[in-house]
């Protein structure tokens, strides 16, 4: 039988995790044998993920890279060689309900102008995790490199920002524009034609590119599902301070620019030089924050 769903994991050094994850999936409800099939890009890992894995978990595919690939990249190889007519993107450190993955395809097959569909997600502890956002326009980048977006006045000129901070949006069905990639379900055909993920970006910000090539060349809407949960541990593979993502993060979203406004990247540039001497000038006045301002450093260095 040809596999409904391809399931994708990008791990690196997360065994532990990716074996959950992995069980998580098996026990997913509403498919028959042969619907599902996983596949583990390992990304060089110096754990033993890969020798584990095989051995265990026999009818998992795995692909053993000599290099990390990142995000994208690992997703992108996999894709390739996926059967399902589904992939879903899945984290090594996210979890998903039994239900799951059944909701967000049913979701997909009752709608063909749905491009994406993404859970709800929740930190260990149960606390709502934020996922989706709109696509970073000027304005939008600008609010969020300010703090802006986190005024009462500023939320309500422009209800749509670049990340969505309110735990409140992500109780409820919503269309955002972009999804964390730590759970995202496409069409394969889909994900390929507009050419997966683009390998520039390392890591952070490139679902935020992915899904604004496809709202450019589909026009489909992405769709947030509150229906099913699932658990996402975030930040397995980094181990590292927000500070540290943030900084990639805004590498990827100036990249964006370049590539698709690049009459827009010097003011951009501007705003996110802007916006990283607030935080270090903020950060530098808290002790227990010399890490974050490190990192933070550490965005100047890599000009």
């Known amino acids: 039988m040809k596999p409904l769903v391809s399931i994708i994991t990008v791990s690196y050094n997360t065994r532990k995790e990716t074996v959950q994850s992995i069980e998580s999936v098996y026990k997913s409800k509403g498919f028959k044998p042969g619907e599902i099939e996983i596949l583990i890009v390992d990304n060089n890992s110096p754990d033993d993920s890969v020798t584990y894995i095989k ?7 795995v692909i053993a890279n000599k290099k990390n690939r990142g995000f994208g990249g690992g997703n992108n190889q996999a894709a390739k060689i996926a059967k399902g007519k589904y992939l879903l993107l899945l984290n090594p450190d996210a979890f998903l309900g039994v239900n799951s993955l059944r909701v967000m395809v049913d979701r997909m097959e009752a709608d063909d102008q749905i491009v994406s569909v993404g859970p709800q997600l929740r930190y260990a502890d149960n606390r709502v995790q934020l996922s989706g956002g709109y696509l970073p326009t000027p304005l939008r980048v600008t609010a969020w490199m300010l ?55 390392f890591m952070y910000a490139e679902e935020v590119e992915l899904y604004r090539r496809l709202k ?67 950060f530098s006045l808290i002790p227990s924050r010399r890490d974050t301002v490190k990192e933070y450093l550490g965005y100047f260095r890599a000009q």
């Open 216 to 282: 450019e060349s589909l026009g489909k809407r992405v769709l947030f599902t509150p229906e099913t949960e699932v658990v996402h541990l975030g930040g397995v593979s980094t181990k590292k301070a927000n500070a540290y993502r943030l900084a990639l993060e805004l590498k990827g979203v100036e990249y964006i620019y370049r590539k698709h406004y690049p009459n827009l990247f010097w003011l951009i540039k501007l705003v996110i030089f802007v916006g990283v001497i607030l935080r270090l000038a903020v």
């Open 147 to 201: 703090w802006l977006d986190k005024l009462p006045l500023i939320k309500l000129l422009f209800p749509n920002p670049y990340h969505v901070i309110s735990t409140d949006w992500h109780t409820s069905e919503q269309s955002p524009e972009w999804l964390m990639g730590a759970c995202i379900l496409f069409r394969k055909d889909e994900f390929l034609v507009a050419g997966g993920f683009d390998e520039e970006i």
């Open 55 to 61: 051995k265990h978990f026999p009818k998992v595919q």
